[in-house]
Nanobody, 121 residues
């Protein structure tokens, strides 16, 4: 099966920066879209940013101009550069990938375990 492992979360002050990474491993034939979602306590999980295999991107309005999503297809890795962080960015961030496994023709959603991002002074 597929495993998604996130890293890069932590505690930062408002205005600071973090870079999240998510590496996918397993019997992967191809990865279509990859993205980052976040969920704060008592809140709904929301899309932060997504990127297709062709490099098309989509961002939540709340992070446009501050966050940048990118991917390295050769490494099956997606990144999220977060600048000018705000307290409202505090959440658990989850990596998501839409993947076709070797031997299959259909695609499946996979999720990472989540990494905590806390923005506080």
């Amino acid at each position: 099966q597929v495993r998604l492992v996130e890293s890069g979360g932590g505690l930062v002050q408002p205005g600071g920066s973090l870079r999240l990474s998510c590496a996918a491993s397993g019997r992967i034939f191809s990865i279509n879209s990859m993205g980052w979602y976040r969920q704060a306590p008592g809140k709904q999980r929301e899309l932060v940013a997504a990127i297709t295999s062709g490099g098309r991107t989509n961002y939540a309005d709340s992070v446009k101009g501050r966050f940048t999503i990118s991917r390295d297809n050769a490494k099956n890795t997606v990144y999220l550069q977060m600048n000018n962080l705000k307290p409202e960015d505090t959440a658990v961030y989850y990596c998501n990938a839409v993947i076709i496994l070797k031997g299959n023709l259909y695609q499946t959603d996979y999720w990472g375990q989540g990494t905590q991002v806390t923005v506080s002074s």
